[in-house]
């Protein structure tokens, strides 16, 4: 049962929170309910969701849009262009803020603060285990911000949000569910794995013996290495080492897929 007294009503936190989704019913109640209630506006942008989502979403109290399914970080600035408080916090819809963070950010808040955006740890969840070790934390984020005052590129995925003006830390988590079953990691793992090969195709990586040795092996294998020993990763159990695994076979995977569309179009 949760001790956090949100503001009342009258006094919800000047914040628009931003959660951009695509057939995520699964999972988007758990997130709205972390932050329905105490911010002042919830928005979902439902990409076209072949499931619930949009149904879902507005039964747990969220302001519903609608847009295209696009490059995540695209969807993202065009969520923030919806946002109607001074602040934007950016959740995806497998995220959650706890109750420590809250208070943290509500007491941040009302310091009237001079900076224009604050990162804080996120805490990823691995079949339900928390990573702490492999360099899987504190993996600090930035996604709360003044309102036109931060934005993606929109270039590519992966992007760094960019603020315009000073940039604060708070030290409380959030928690991230990126992989709670495997059909969720093998679903991901052909996503990644995609992305890589078409990184790999942008940049025109000529496929030769010693392209193979670096993307295939060494670079994979120094990765795996340095996450699970260096970083000690296998103290987290067997999450800590599929995690690793994941990232190396993502690495292996993808230039092997890269090859295969490079063969594919010389034919």
Known sequence: MSDFQPSTAAHLLPISVCIVAHNEQ???VRTLRSVVGWAAQVIVLDCESSDATAAVAEANGAEIHHGP???PEISKNNSFLLARQEWILLLDADEII????????EQTLIGNPTQNGFRFPRRNFYFGTP??????YPDR????????????PGKG?????????????LNEPFDHFTYPTFE???????WYTRYEAEVYQKQGVAITKRAIWKYMILRPLRRWFKRLFLKQGIRDGVPGVLAATFDLMTKVVGFGRYWEMTKNKKR
Do not use: S
């Open 26 to 28: 699964e999972n988007i």
């Open 69 to 71: 399914n696009l490059i």
């Open 98 to 105: 706890p109750d420590p963070l809250k208070r943290e950010i």
């Open 131 to 136: 990573l702490m070790h492999g360099g899987n």
């Open 141 to 152: 984020q930035l996604r709360l911000f003044r309102r036109g005052q931060g934005q993606f």
């Open 157 to 169: 995925y992966h992007e760094t949000l960019i603020i315009d003006g000073t940039v604060g830390l």
């Open 184 to 190: 969720v990691w093998l679903h991901k793992f052909v």
